[in-house]
């Protein structure tokens, strides 16, 4: 381990480390998103070469190299077929919940255009999920293909951009924090939009002080994050790519506010005492600081292969 890196730099590398899925775990997000594009594939592609897939895009975490374990639910876009652009939105949705029930069993239907069902691939939780919306290619990303009113688009090249650029700005450094924040986020249940978190960590770490560091210092990271984060309430956010913007809200900030003093008391405890551990365990849970978590050289995750994460 690197001189430069502290003690409790070390014990934070370590729970980063054990919260990045498992090389078993990302074959498996491979194998259900590969499955769920040959089965849409077959409905709306039939003429395709299946040696040479583009089809589908992986988003959210598993997109960008920031999904946390245990894997509960994987995001991805399908792309539909140009020459259908025009027709009913409410017909191609039934058309993609068919082919998918067919195969798998139960879909759900999800908010604006969204389809869910199992995963069921080796490697990953019986309870995962796979969260689907067909979209068409267009110049401002992808354009979701619901029955939800006004066109809205998603982006997830320029929000993989805008991760990327944080991490370069900071030294390294968002990716981490976003790994944390969701760590936080699902340990005490905060009601925060995970790509609310993810905007707000590349503004911090751009900004962040101590960034030019080499040491990761992640525990400082996390607590003036979370004091950063308690002047935030109700800002509305833009989101990378788009003309979308989310409204942070107000409903976190209690937790929010519970878990900045968690971490002021963590950074001023003498971490020989083991109080440090004790106090991060109230911010990211009993799992945090756990002796049987891999060693950070044992983990070594990328995002997905570029023939399933881009079109």
């Not at 619901?146 to 990716?175: C, F, M, Q, W």
């Amino acid at each position: 381990m690197s001189s430069g890196v502290r003690q409790g730099g070390g014990r934070f590398e370590r729970f980063i480390a054990g919260l990045q899925p498992t090389p078993r775990e990302h074959r498996g997000v491979i194998d259900a998103v590969c499955r769920i594009g040959s089965i849409l594939c077959r409905e709306f592609r039939s003429d395709m070469d299946m040696s040479d897939r583009r089809d589908f895009v992986v988003i959210g975490g598993h997109g960008k190299g920031t999904a946390i374990r245990p894997t509960e639910a994987i995001d991805m876009i399908y792309l539909l077929p140009p020459t259908l652009h025009e027709s009913d939105v409410t017909y191609l949705g039934g058309n993609v919940a068919a082919a998918l029930g067919e195969t798998l069993g139960i879909v759900r239907v999800l908010p604006e255009g969204w389809f869910a069902v199992q995963a069921d691939a080796p490697g990953l939780p019986s309870q995962t999920q796979i969260r689907l919306v067909p979209c068409f290619a267009s110049e401002n990303g992808y354009a979701v293909a619901a029955p939800s009113g006004a066109e809205r688009y998603l982006n997830p090249g320029a929000e993989t951009a805008a991760l990327r650029r944080a991490d370069v700005i900071s030294g390294g450094k968002a990716t981490p924090l976003v790994l944390l924040l969701k760590a936080w986020r699902r340990a005490g249940g905060v009601p925060v939009p995970v790509i609310a978190l993810e905007i707000l960590a590349y503004e911090f770490v751009s900004a962040w002080s101590n960034a030019p560091r080499e040491s990761m210092m992640f525990d400082f990271l996390m607590r003036d994050f979370l004091v950063w984060l308690s002047t935030q309430a109700d800002r509305r956010l833009e989101v990378p790519g788009t003309d979308e913007t989310i409204s942070l809200g107000s409903d976190w900030l209690a937790k929010g506010l519970a878990a900045r003093r968690a971490a002021e008391r963590a950074c001023l405890a003498d971490r020989r005492s083991g109080t440090a551990a004790a106090a991060w365990r109230q911010v990211f849970g009993p799992v945090f600081d756990d002796a049987m978590a891999p060693a950070p050289w044992q983990v070594t995750v990328e995002p997905l292969p570029a023939a399933v994460n881009a079109v």
